[in-house]
């Protein structure tokens, strides 16, 4: 008996296309996640994968440092005698710059025997505000030295959100970050108000002391013009010395 030939019809041959894009798209998707919450950088053998260890990262929610350490391609996990030379700081804002606001972030392990991710060192705090921040790794592992300084960003990793715009129910009260922008503003006007009440004050006081010299220069001198007068009425009023008789002078003489 002849065999009869089985050929793929076109369906088939569409379904397996369609499973291998599928396959292949949801692949690169799941290789796109860790690149866009992270950002990766190298220094010589060393290798750091940055970001927040919670993502995405809201104001107010504790959250960590996250960096995620390999040497020639396999996870560091002995580094822990190391990290004192590493200085890792965490900056509000898009750039390092030791003039704004940041925060020194001592690193540590967060894996051990059967728990964590190998070589992730962490350092945990809880960022404030919403918005840009920048991370920065400076120092030295080894003989490596390290200069790095990573913002957020869609390249990078997220930046930190405002919890109100995603809370439900919607929060009507101000958030902790809000009522503290609030009283900085407060208390940098009443710091002003101050001030300058602080300085009228000291006006007020400077020609209250001015007019107190003055007059008391004024009381001095009315003092000496009224002795000066005093000694003039004196004078004035003094009987006048009697003149010599003329006649008592010759007279005496010529007795003599």
Request: hydrophobic share 45%.
């Given at each position: 008996?002849?065999?009869?030939?089985?050929?793929?019809?076109?369906?088939?041959?569409?379904?397996?296309?369609?499973?291998?894009?599928?396959?292949?798209?949801?692949?690169?998707?799941?290789?796109?996640?860790?690149?866009?919450?992270?950002?990766?950088?190298?220094?010589?053998?060393?290798?750091?994968?940055?970001?927040?260890?919670?993502?995405p990262a809201y104001a107010g929610q504790p959250n960590s440092l996250q960096v995620i350490i390999s040497r020639d391609g396999k996870p560091a996990t002995d580094l822990a005698g190391q990290l004192d030379g590493l200085m890792a700081h965490a900056y509000y804002g898009s750039k390092?710059?030791?003039?704004?606001?940041?925060?020194?972030?001592?690193?540590?392990?967060?894996?051990?025997?059967?728990?964590?991710?190998?070589?992730?060192?962490?350092?945990?705090?809880?960022?404030?505000?919403?918005?840009?921040?920048?991370?920065?790794?400076?120092?030295?592992?080894?003989?490596?030295?390290?200069?790095?300084?990573?913002?957020?960003?869609?390249?990078?990793?997220?930046?930190?959100?405002?919890?109100?715009?995603?809370?439900?129910?919607?929060?009507?009260?101000?958030?902790?970050?809000?009522?503290?922008?609030?009283?900085?503003?407060?208390?940098?006007?009443?710091?002003?108000?101050?001030?300058?009440?602080?300085?009228?004050?000291?006006?007020?006081?400077?020609?209250?002391?001015?007019?107190?010299?003055?007059?008391?220069?004024?009381?001095?001198?009315?003092?000496?013009?009224?002795?000066?007068?005093?000694?003039?009425?004196?004078?004035?009023?003094?009987?006048?010395?009697?003149?010599?008789?003329?006649?008592?002078?010759?007279?005496?003489?010529?007795?003599?």
């Amino acid at each position: 008996m002849r065999r009869l030939a089985i050929h793929p019809t076109l369906s088939s041959r569409l379904l397996r296309v369609a499973f291998v894009l599928g396959t292949a798209m949801l692949l690169a998707a799941l290789a796109a996640v860790p690149a866009s919450a992270h950002a990766e950088k190298t220094a010589g053998r060393y290798s750091f994968v940055v970001g927040f260890g919670t993502e995405p990262a809201y104001a107010g929610q504790p959250n960590s440092l996250q960096v995620i350490i390999s040497r020639d391609g396999k996870p560091a996990t002995d580094l822990a005698g190391q990290l004192d030379g590493l200085m890792a700081h965490a900056y509000y804002g898009s750039k390092a710059d030791l003039k704004l606001e940041n925060a020194m972030m001592p690193l540590e392990p967060h894996f051990g025997d059967g728990w964590g991710t190998p070589g992730d060192y962490r350092s945990f705090f809880v960022p404030t505000q919403p918005g840009a921040y920048t991370f920065s790794l400076k120092g030295k592992l080894g003989s490596q030295k390290v200069n790095l300084a990573i913002p957020s960003g869609p390249e990078t990793f997220g930046d930190v959100n405002d919890p109100a715009k995603t809370a439900l129910p919607a929060v009507k009260d101000p958030t902790t970050g809000q009522l503290a922008q609030r009283l900085d503003r407060e208390a940098t006007r009443v710091n002003g108000t101050i001030a300058v009440a602080a300085a009228a004050q000291r006006d007020a006081e400077d020609a209250a002391g001015q007019a107190r010299m003055l007059a008391l220069g004024g009381l001095l001198i009315g003092g000496v013009g009224l002795v000066l007068g005093g000694l003039a009425l004196a004078r004035s009023r003094r009987p006048a010395a009697p003149a010599a008789r003329p006649d008592v002078a010759l007279t005496g003489a010529g007795k003599v």
